[in-house]
Every structure is written in C-alpha cells, then in structure tokens.
C-alpha cells in the first residue's frame, strides 16, 4: 500500500492526474503517510505561499433558498442576525480593519439566491471607495448573478468571485432543492466570462460519503478551479443539519491531502468549522491546506487574524500579497 502511496505521489509530481479509482485508493492509507506526501506536493506546485483572506457578513438573513446546513435561510428558525446590504462606511470600515492587521484579500458576502439591480448598484459604489482608498483585493460572493452583472462588479474593482459547489453534483439535491448545482456552474462561467477569479468549493460533513467528497474535487478539477475553500460543517441549531456529526482533525486532514493530490496546483483553503478544530487547522497546514479564512465567518466566530498569523509563521508559510 506504502508503494502505491509513492507511485501516486511521484504520478501527480510529474504533472499527471490520478483518477477517481487512485483518489479512492487514498482514503485507506496511513493518515501520516498520506498528509506528507499530499504536503510534498503542496510544496512542488505552490512552495511556501500562503493566501489569507477575511469575509463580511454584508447582508445577512431572510434567504430564499432552502440549503440545509445555513442559519441564514427563511426556512429554518435560527437565532442569527439579519439586516440589509451594509452601506460603504461600514464595508470600508472593516476593509481598513482587516488591512491594517496584514490581511489584503477581503471578500464580502451577502445572502440570497442574488443581489438585485439595485443592490449590484450599490456594491459597485462600495467596491470602487475601498479600491480607491486601499491596497487591497476585493472577493464577491453575491449569489447566482449574470455576466452583466460580474461585468460591472469586475469594472469596479472586484476581482474574484465565490461561488461554492457545496457538494458532489449526485448529493448536491439533498442539501438544497431551491437552486440547482448547474445553476451555480452556469454562475461560475459567467464570472470567468466577465473576466472574474473564481473560488469555489464545498462543506464537508453534510452526510456526504468520501466518494462524494472526491467527486466534487474532480468537478472542481474539470473546471480548473485554483481557490477551493474545504469547510467543516458547524451544526447549527435549527437547521436540518444541527444533529450531524462533528468530523474529526484527522477526518478533515485526510480530505484536505486527497483534495491536494487531486488539486496540486490550486489554494486549498480551510474556511467554515476551522474554529472546530482544537489544533486551529495546524494539522491540515501540514497535509496539503495552503490558504484559509481568517477572523470571523459568516454566522460564527473564526480564529483571531493575529493568531493565524503567529501559526503560519511557525509553519514556515509566507502569506502572500495578492
């Protein structure tokens, strides 16, 4: 088995893929063994750089669509927040915060199938007085929009869009039936389309199998994604979802190192649930994960920026600047 793990480390070093059959072939092998070998190859491909970025909640609650896992939809009665699309003092406001504390990626994120007309108006006007006033690159995670609309966010000055696949395309209707995942690719291509970044990913313990989780770095493969957050699922109470098992470290480090052999080139990013994690995400910094979100996330409190900070230095990362 110890052969097989090196054979298929030293196929992706030489720029071939691993197919489905290989990737599952991973998720029996010796955890240790499997995170160095995925971290060898987190260091051909990307060496020791490291992408931070942090999100506002810039429009919360009240959502439309019925995804089990989330506090903000309409359909589950949690105790989150909700308000209206923040206007540009506040959004500036933690762009500022966000920047002066070494963080120069900051992604605003909104609920709702998507922005209206008039709130992509609004986003614009935001977006072009953070650009204008900060050094720094702006992510958008505004719902299933259009090319039209990513035109203007991108001539504003947004520079990425977030559009996460949450699951494989075969599990994706069991965790939300309002949109489709072809609804969200058909999203992706308009962003690329418009001349937008993308990021996208998936949440990990909605009850998915490992076949499911492999499936989803494939379709992420196909569509030549580079940013892919890997979240762990946060039960919240009164969703669907608030009785599932939390995963474990060792859970997560092994889906982060077959995200890496099947992704080698891209920024695995430990996102939702890394709070979870009593070592902070140590562990899947050493298994193949090379880029996080940092400080708060949407509906629950993140890990400090200082404090992620202090980590990376001690790992040996060098969080870049975009």
Do not use: W
């Amino acid at each position: 088995m110890m052969d097989s793990l090196a054979s298929l480390k030293e196929k992706v070093l030489a720029g071939r893929q691993i197919t489905r059959e290989e990737a599952l072939a991973l998720a029996e092998m010796p955890l240790e063994e499997l995170c160095a070998a995925a971290d060898e190859i987190r260091r051909f491909f990307c060496g020791d750089k490291f992408d931070l970025c942090t999100i506002v909640n810039g429009k919360s609650g009240k959502c439309s669509e019925n995804c089990k896992y989330c506090a903000q939809s309409a359909s589950y009665h949690t105790a989150v927040e909700t308000y209206p699309l923040l206007d540009t003092e506040a959004l500036l406001e933690q762009a500022q915060y966000n920047q002066s504390r070494g963080v120069h990626r900051y992604s605003i994120v909104t609920s709702g199938r998507n922005l209206n007309a008039q709130e992509v108006s609004q986003a614009c006007g935001s977006i072009r007085k953070i650009k204008e006033s900060l050094d720094i690159s702006i992510c958008v995670s505004f719902g299933l929009l259009e090319e039209a609309d990513f035109q203007k966010l991108r001539q504003a000055g947004a520079s990425r869009v977030h559009n996460n696949l949450e699951a494989s395309a075969g599990y994706f209707p069991q965790v939300c039936t309002t949109h489709t995942q072809q609804d969200k690719i058909r999203s992706i291509e308009a962003a690329r389309k418009a001349g937008m970044e993308v990021c996208s990913g998936g949440i990990m313990g909605l009850g998915e199998s490992m076949e499911d989780r492999i499936d989803l770095a494939i379709t992420l493969r196909e569509l030549q994604i580079k940013s892919v957050p890997v979240n762990m699922l946060n039960p919240i109470p009164g969703t669907p979802y608030e009785n599932n098992p939390r995963l474990t470290e060792e859970d997560m480090c092994r889906i982060v190192a077959i995200f890496r052999f099947l992704l080698p080139d891209a920024f695995i990013r430990l996102a939702g649930g890394r709070g979870l994690m009593e070592d902070q995400g140590r562990r899947c910094f050493c298994s193949g994960a090379n880029a996080a979100i940092t400080g708060d996330m949407l509906t629950t409190s993140g890990i400090t920026i200082q404090r992620d900070l202090e980590i990376l230095k001690e790992l040996g990362y060098q969080v870049q600047i975009p």
